[in-house]
């Protein structure tokens, strides 16, 4: 029986050659992972400044989403605070007496609870018309502290509002409440008295639902002493730059006028809501 000389193919013994090139193949697998390792070493720190700024990226965007949320709840806050002040249950007046408003107000801190896009507007006798000019109440002087002084509550329950009424249609009375335009008549005296509000882009709050109203609904002030009722008998839109023309009338009876900017998100006009007093009724 001869022996088989052949050498199976599967267990051949490598060459010389075969070996080198192996030797060759292995230093080439480790100079290609050398290489690898070297370039994710140098994206390691770039990946960890992206995945920062997606971080940041996404923090920022949570707080100027939350941010306006955040402002009307801290507005809420005041508001509900200036709510309690008029005393409906303690009646300030008799028979013959003065039933004008004497509440209180509180002191704010003027530079909280700004509202997005916060502007002034100023309206100065020009000729025989208004020059209107617009501030940007980021640059206005303020001084710390604001007093909002109170005149009473303004209510509209077909619209659901309950808004203080504060003197002053200026920057920071507006941030908590609706604004009596100190230029204007007296509440519940003899001409009209011109109040002034905000609007809202994200939401319902302040005058932003005024162009709901409709000719004959109702409007309350409640005052410490008194509560004045008033019937909206017109409701206009007008150029913003032809406000100036509406604020002060003192040949008319005693009514209020509520103006408002409109529509969002360009803000073009204004809505001015004509309603007149039609009842007094005092706290005695």
Not at 77 to 94: A, F
Not at 168 to 182: C, H, M, N, Q, T
Request: glycine share 6%.
């Amino acid at each position: 029986m001869k022996k088989n000389n052949k050498i199976n193919d599967n267990h051949s013994i490598p060459s010389a050659e075969q070996k080198d090139l192996t030797k060759t193949d292995d230093v080439s697998i480790k100079t290609t992972e050398t290489k690898k390792s070297k370039k994710s070493k140098k994206r390691k720190p770039l990946i960890i400044v992206l995945d920062i700024a997606i971080v940041v990226l996404f923090a920022l965007g949570i707080y100027f989403l939350a941010k306006p949320y955040y402002v009307a709840y801290k507005q809420d806050q005041k508001m509900e605070d200036l709510r309690n002040l008029v005393r409906t249950d303690e009646p300030k007046s008799t028979e013959g007496e003065d039933t004008s408003s004497t509440l209180p107000g509180i002191w704010v801190d003027s530079g909280a609870n700004a509202v997005a896009g916060e502007k002034i507007e100023r309206f100065t006798v020009d000729g025989d018309g208004y020059e209107r000019s617009i501030v940007d109440a980021n640059s206005y002087d303020l001084p710390d502290q604001v007093y909002l002084e109170l005149l009473g509550l303004l209510q509209i329950d077909s619209i659901n509002l309950d808004l203080p009424l504060l003197v002053g249609a200026k920057v920071v009375p507006l941030r908590y409440g609706a604004g009596w335009y100190e230029a204007s008549s007296p509440i519940g005296e003899r001409g009209r008295a011109t109040i002034l509000g905000h609007a809202s882009s994200y939401n319902r709050r302040f005058f932003t639902n005024l162009p709901k109203l409709e000719v004959g609904d109702k409007i309350r002030i409640v005052q410490d002493n008194r509560t004045l009722h008033y019937d909206i008998y017109k409701i206009d839109y007008i150029p913003a730059d032809e406000l100036g023309y509406y604020l002060t009338d003192s040949d008319v009876d005693s009514e209020i006028m509520l103006v408002s900017c409109y529509p969002r998100p360009t803000w073009e006009q204004r809505i001015l809501v004509y309603a007149k007093l039609v009842d007094t009724e005092s706290k005695n």
